[in-house]
């Protein structure tokens, strides 16, 4: 039979890579043993086993006692994850015309609830460690500033953590938004398990979120595509508690499918157990794991940006594991390639690092197999001397003329980038690293824009957003 997907899944697991990657589940370790059995329990909305659109039963305790675990009012499971939550809770906290306050490096799933919900974006910008290449998070103080400059925000998106385990003030920034009766809402894709241990980061919960989204494959024992949407329903004063909590669920109807997948409902309910039986002490064997590997790769003078610290940085979390080989003589994309012929995949690289996601799944041989595939890398140096070239980021922003809704549903072309100037951008458009959007729907092309791009290209970045032969996406005249 051909089956090239299948055929390909089955030659990936067949090498028994060490998998630092998603799912959190790496393979199903952490699952009972009776879950192999996966096919017969793909079934459907059969009597005694609930709906997902109206759940009554099984699903609704099951709900409740994620709500419980994670702290907040009420938990709705997603089946298409942690993107459809972002979309779900900007639809149910903005009308058309409200105004946003959005980090530009938000992820793209956020451009997509602006156009969704017809919220008005007001950018700001994160800070950027220009020694690291590294786009991290916005200050209190900027947050602050901008509440101030624009008194109808009707709420803020935040991301906690992010791709490297970087925490922004959370707190503090709730308590400025209270202040200034801003919602938060909070994009905790990364985060799922920061509930479960004293020595992590707060979670979004903890630190107040009215709305906030979490993959559970990420980092729980959970499968691919599942997460948690959680609401905190007192906050909103233009609805009554229930009142609030019933318009997530219309929005949640609305963008879920009305043939979930039971197995990736019943993982969810799974990690949530198991977490909460077993995570404390899970998550203290990890970061004993962690321990002992980043002082052996730090002898091997790899730096495993253990101490990294910002101002705007409050926490990082321990348990996300972040290579820096810069000082190898190596990109992370070289980096990356040498350990996977090592047969240890990494989740991301990026210029400088790689990024691993680490979780309860993995075992003290996995990190064994880690470490010695870096001793292999820290011994095949590349040049000492190699000059990684920073990239130019530019703090100013373009000049918004229509809403990312407006943009959207407008006609688009695709003309050279070098010929864009004076244009309306129709997609987001921008250099990686550092992952920040140049350009974003409805936004005026710029010459400084066109130009910083090119140059950030020609020192080794990766253009995001336009298509072949660098034509940019822009609306039809």
Known sequence: MNMPLVSKLMEY????????????????????????????????????????Q????????????????FRSDACFFLVNGSTSGIHIMMMSAFLPGDQVLVPRNSHRSVWGGLILSGAQPVYIQPEYDVQRDLATHVSPREVEQAAEDNPELA???????????????????????SKHRIRMLVDEAHGAHLIFHPDLPPSAAQCGADLWVQSAHKTLPALTQSAYLHVRSGSHSQYTES??????????RMMQSTSPSYLLMASLDWARAYMEEHGREEIDRLLENLFWTRKELQAMGIDTMEDYCRT????????????????????????????RQAGVQVEMSDSRRMVLICTIADRKDEFRRLVEACR????????????????SISREMPRQVLSPKEAFERKKELIPLKEAKGRICGDLVGAYPPGIPRFCPGELIDCQGIEELL???????????????????????
């Not at 009142?243 to 949640?252: E, G, L, N, P, T």
């Open 155 to 177: 709420g803020m998106i935040i991301t906690n953590p992010d791709y490297y385990g970087l925490c922004p003030h959370l707190s503090e920034i709730r308590m400025i938004l």
């Open 455 to 477: 140059e950030n290209q020609a020192k080794g970045a990766r253009l995001f957003g336009l298509a072949e032969a660098r034509l940019i996406p822009v609306l039809a005249e």
């Open 312 to 339: 705007e940085i409050f926490q990082t979390d321990a348990s996300r594991l972040v290579l820096d080989v810069s000082q190898l003589g190596r990109t992370g994309f070289e980096a990356e390639e040498i350990l």
């Open 376 to 391: 292999i890398l820290s011994q095949a140096k590349g040049k000492s001397d190699k000059e990684i070239k920073k990239v």
């Open 243 to 252: 009142a609030f909590i019933d318009r997530v669920s219309q929005v949640h």
């Open 13 to 52: 697991i067949s090498n028994q890579p060490a998998p630092f990657h998603t799912p959190g589940h790496k393979g199903g370790r952490v699952f009972p043993d009776r879950l192999p059995l996966l096919p017969r329990l793909d079934l459907t909305e059969l009597p005694g086993l609930d709906n997902l």
């Open 54 to 69: 109206a759940p009554e039963g099984v699903i609704r305790e099951a709900q409740q006692s994620a709500a419980r675990a």
